[in-house]
């Protein structure tokens, strides 16, 4: 069928990350969507730009003690510990459903050392039916005395491009916004070889229940999500989206069209949405909706317009 020519009735949501088109700017974040597979009952699949599977590590890993969620003001902390069911597993009972899957799937992927990523990415390179990988970078790195990955330049460009010899995959890098200079760890994954940037990933925090005198999580710290980061996400979305040439994708909670409209002003191709699915598992389809009444409203044919057009 011919495509129709996109109007302002009509707008047109397409993006592109690089080599990567979606149909609209709308992906669910890794961790907050499962394999798509949980939420396939409720969430036409097919209506979504993609969403990011759970982290995934070559040998199966239990995760933190409990309890692993705590509640914040406008936010969450969670301490799963990067629970997953580990490569082969993956292959053999979450991909036969992903292959099948009507929008693009990323499959997030994370190591404790360059060689782990690497062999990773390099083993998934082989499967068909994954639109690419998301390298989570915010863990930390064994031979590094458990310094995080993300936190330092030169190590960054060292494990991105490794994990870039390793596959021809389209590879989006995840950072972490517990760094002190966003833009410079940016540079070094776009030098690495990334295709694209995501970020961010949860901020380090902490709860503590007076009454006991205990931290309220197993693993005492935990990832902090939800609202209370957006102004932090938007920030390094910006500054990130000044220094490098490949696509930024915007996370850091997004709950409403308003919120990722915002992401894609300051600089973001695409968005993400993590925390909120736990609200409202159709989320996501809401705000494409309200992304495309937006445009609707403003008579604007196409989204790409939107995106970077921040007047400062
Ligand atoms: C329960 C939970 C599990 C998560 N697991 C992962 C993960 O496995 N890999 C990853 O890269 N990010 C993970 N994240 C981070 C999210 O993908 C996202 O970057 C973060 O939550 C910020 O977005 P939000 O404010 O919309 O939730 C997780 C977040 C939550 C809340």
Redesign the pocket.
Known sequence: MPRMTPTSENPTLTVELGPLKLKNPVLA????FGYGEEYSGIVPLKHLGGFIT??LSWEPRRGNPPPRLAETSSG?L?A?G?ENVGLEVFLKEKLPFLRRVPCPVLV?IFGSTEKEYAELAGRLAEVEGIAGLEA?I?CPNVKAGGAIFASDPKTVYRVVAKIRRATSSFLMV?LSPNVADISKIASAAEEGGADAISL???LIGMAVDLQSRRPVLGNITG?L??PA?KPIGLRMVWQVSQVVRIPVVG????VSATDALEYLLVGARAV?????HFIDPRIGLKIIQGIKDYLEKNQLPDLNTVIGSLKV
């Open positions: 974040a890794s961790g907050t759970k982290g969450m969670n799963i990067l997030n989570n915010s995840k961010i990933n949860t990832g999500s939800g980061i996370i850091g909670g997004i993400q949405v993590g925390s909120a």
